[in-house]
């Protein structure tokens, strides 16, 4: 079993900057990615970055050269770095991991605003 915990969501003005940390708990030696997906009121989530556990990284295209995702497999953490927010990366953010087995979890979810 395996449990994520996030922080560091909130409000900020647009063209700010917020850092969300996400830290795993539980069965994660074998976790094979972990990243960040975002669900905007009305919408459907989506990804948007992911670390694998040799370094690669993947973005969706509107966050890119904005946000940057960074692991520690050591510590079985995941940090998104947001710069240049816009409204329309509001949405509440979900730490995401997926184990070696290919079974995803989730954390509980923190709110981003960003007030335009």
């Known amino acids: 079993q395996v449990q994520l915990v996030?922080?560091?969501?909130?409000?900020?003005?647009?063209?700010?900057?917020?850092?969300?940390?996400?830290?795993?708990?539980?069965?994660?030696?074998?976790?094979a990615a972990m990243g960040w997906y975002r669900q905007a009121p009305g919408k459907g989530r989506e990804l948007v970055?992911?670390?694998?556990r040799?370094?690669?990284?993947?973005?969706?295209d509107s966050v890119k050269g904005?946000?940057?995702?960074?692991?520690d497999n050591a510590k079985n953490t995941v940090d998104l770095q947001m710069n240049s927010l816009k409204s329309e990366d509001t949405a509440i953010?979900?730490?995401?991991?997926?184990?070696?087995?290919?079974?995803?979890?989730?954390?509980?979810?923190t709110q981003v605003t960003v007030s335009s």
């Open 66 to 71: 904005r946000f940057t995702i960074s692991g």
């Open 93 to 109: 953010y979900y730490c995401w991991l997926l184990d070696g087995g290919g079974y995803g979890y989730w954390g509980q979810g």
């Open 6 to 31: 996030e922080s560091g969501g909130g409000l900020v003005q647009a063209g700010g900057s917020l850092r969300l940390s996400c830290a795993a708990s539980g069965s994660t030696f074998s976790f």
């Open 49 to 52: 970055a992911r670390v694998l």
């Open 54 to 60: 040799g370094g690669t990284t993947n973005y969706e």
